[in-house]
């Protein structure tokens, strides 16, 4: 039981700062194991930025960070994301 | 301009020493928990501290023999980047003083590195004379999972994130390498009291 | 980047206090006027950002629990004692007062009216919020899809929207709501009286259950989650949403 993990949904906000469209349906490919799932299905939790971890493997598959007026996303853990166009 | 909330005030204490309390940090009475990821739980037979990289000779020690070092009390204020700060908070842990003697090393910086991935980066110069320890006691209680146990880096000087949670090791290294936030926005040296909250701050 | 809108990209709007209700003596619903609200989907929650008059901020997120329709909102807000954001809504907010609001956010924890059979809605304390508003949007749409709501609370006093609750589940609709109270019982109670586990949810879940919705604080999440897996539910067919602690 990890007390601290939220859903994918709780950086829905955030994520719509930088995505146009509906992110948490969008669907992400862990570079780590492979997993593919929705954005929303994906575990975040909430530090000094967000960390999004794949639901299967844990690994970081993003994390984001905003100071208000920039925002610098790492998606070296995730290998794809599909987005409805 | 945000729209003011009238009559919000927040969590905040209005009697804190101004001196005390970093520029756009605001008192707490609470200890906020914030986590990159999973809190992992390694046992303590199976816990050890090392230090390695630029050094003459690797270093560790198991959970007994860091314990058996000799350790201090520490009361420090801490500033957490996302803005809370909290005064005169009381541990227990041991130097990174005592650790680093008899390390021969060219190295002017440092990654710490923890137990579940997270890394942070610091100069060497930063964790020694008495401005860092290894802390596995918390207001006279061991230090929690949640809160890092069983030992977490203190570094009080500056922003907690620093203050890597679940610790197990540091390596020294020529040249300085970004950590976890270090290399995503976060500033590198992160001092509270110069606001150095992002890149370019 | 304040007013520079891009389109597409989520704008905090404002929010306007019209009307404020309590629905335990802990939890509140604030009815609000948002300007410019693009609509939304059961299930989907807004951040709420307050601004003190030195410029500090405090940010939170709040499901939503009104269907869709019109500019207006409702949140249904439970007080945490320690917290920040939900002593001032559902304390010192009243109709006129204003803050900001981004959303609609998520679209991936939803209503769907149609998952291809039964759907079971599980909320722990608060986290029947989303599920209120999905339930809500189904008898508005007179979906048909047979639904149950299985609502863990403490105790009577503490279940939010109790007097429509029970009017739902008399309507012969396809929706069925289940109450378990985990603290104190009423006499006369009837409902279960203990924490949604493995064995409750074998006699409350449906076995063609096509898609499941589960509401709560992180344990309560994860503990359903799993023992729904545990029963042979398809994970995929599992959408969770979870309650940090840094709410408040």
Redesign the interface.
Known sequence: MEALRLDGNAAAGLLSEVFAGEVTTAVGTCDSCGAVEAVGAIHVYMAAGTVLRCPHCEAVVMKVVTDGERIWMDLRGLRTLELAS | M???????????RDDAPRDRVPPGQ?VTD?F????????PHTPLDQWDFTIVGEVDERRRWTWDELRALPSETITVDIS???KWTKLDTVWEGVSVDTLLDGVETSAEYLTVFCDG?YTTNLPLADVTGGQAWIAFAYDGEPLEP?HGGPARLLVPHLYF?KSAKWVRGLRLTATDELG??E????HNYGDPWKEQ???GD | MEGAAVLGRLNWHVAEVADVWPETDRVKTLALDVEGWPGHRAGQHVDVRLTADDGYQAQRSYSIASPDGGPRVELTVERIDDGEVSPYLTGDAHAGDRFELRGPVGGYFVWDPDPGGPVLLVGGGSGVVPLMAMVRQRTANHDEVPTKLLYSARSWEDVIYRDELGRYGKRGDGLEVVFTLTREQPPDWTGFGRRVDRELLSQVAPPDLSLTLVCGPTPFVEAVAEALVGLGHEPSRIKTERFGPTGG
Request: proline fraction near 8%; glycine fraction near 14%.
């Open positions: 945000p729209i003011i909330s009238r009559g919000f005030k927040g969590r905040r605001y609470d906020p928990v914030l986590s990159a990821g999973p809190t957490c980047v996302t991935g949640e994130w976890f936030w290399s995503n926005g976060y909250r992002y890149w």
